[in-house]
């Protein structure tokens, strides 16, 4: 079977870090994805790992560990505006671009 | 810019009718692209595969006569709700994986779907 885990809720502080969490167990693992959405919007992609390790992208930075199951995600130097759900997907090999979803992790910033 | 398009972005159809969702690629060819629909404070649920010049394949419990999906050429891919109920209403999305160096998978706008 699949199964991704992630936090329903976070909140932090403007101008904090926060990191947010996401395991999966999925076969034919071929890569973790994470996007932005706001209300009412589509979701907007942040990062993508296939290999273990960490990629940074400005205030965001993305972790994946394959042979925990694990990733998360790092926002540094919140702003108001990253208040939005934060989606873990992953994807399987020879699925193209089918993405199986976690259900999203809900961020408010706080001043 | 956007890679993936989607339109319209809403609608607002009445009950029994049907309403079509275009989705289409930017700049580059997608020969699969894949259909969600998301409830208020839910995640995106897997629709269909949409598959150019073959059919679709559908998820687990999507009922492919109500959810006609046609994947005519590479850069479009239409989904029909047929026979809509207020139930069918929520947010419809897209995605396309790009493909090549960069190789991601980007999500169309989405279009909100009210049935009345």
């Known amino acids: 079977g699949q199964n991704i885990d992630q936090p329903t809720e976070m909140t932090a502080t403007e101008g904090a870090i926060v990191q947010i969490n996401c395991t999966y167990q999925t076969s034919g693992f071929n890569g973790l994805f994470w996007y932005q959405q706001h209300a009412g919007e589509a979701p907007t992609f942040l990062s993508y790992?296939?290999?273990?390790g960490l990629e940074e992208k400005g205030r965001f930075s993305s972790f994946l560990s394959r042979s925990k199951g694990y990733s998360y995600l790092l926002l540094k130097e919140l702003q108001m505006k990253d208040s939005a759900s934060y989606l873990c997907a992953a994807s399987r090999a020879n699925q193209g671009g089918k993405l199986i979803f976690g259900q999203g992790t809900e961020l408010s910033v706080k001043p | 810019g956007a890679v993936v398009s989607q339109h319209p972005s809403r609608v607002i159809c009445k009950s029994g009718t049907s309403v079509k969702i275009e989705c289409r690629s930017l700049d580059f060819q997608a020969t699969t692209m894949f259909w969600y629909r998301q409830f208020p404070k839910q995640s995106l649920m897997l629709m269909a595969t949409s598959n150019e010049g073959s059919k679709a394949t559908y998820e687990q419990g999507v009922e492919k006569d109500k959810f006609l999906i046609n994947h005519a050429s590479l850069t479009l891919s239409t989904l029909t709700v047929t026979s809509a109920h207020p139930e069918d209403s929520s947010f419809y999305i897209c995605?396309?994986?790009?493909?090549?160096?960069?190789?991601?998978?980007?999500f169309g706008e989405g279009s909100w779907l009210t049935v009345v």
């Open positions: 790992n296939v290999l273990d």
């Open positions: 995605s396309a994986r790009t493909g090549g160096p960069g190789n991601t998978i980007y």
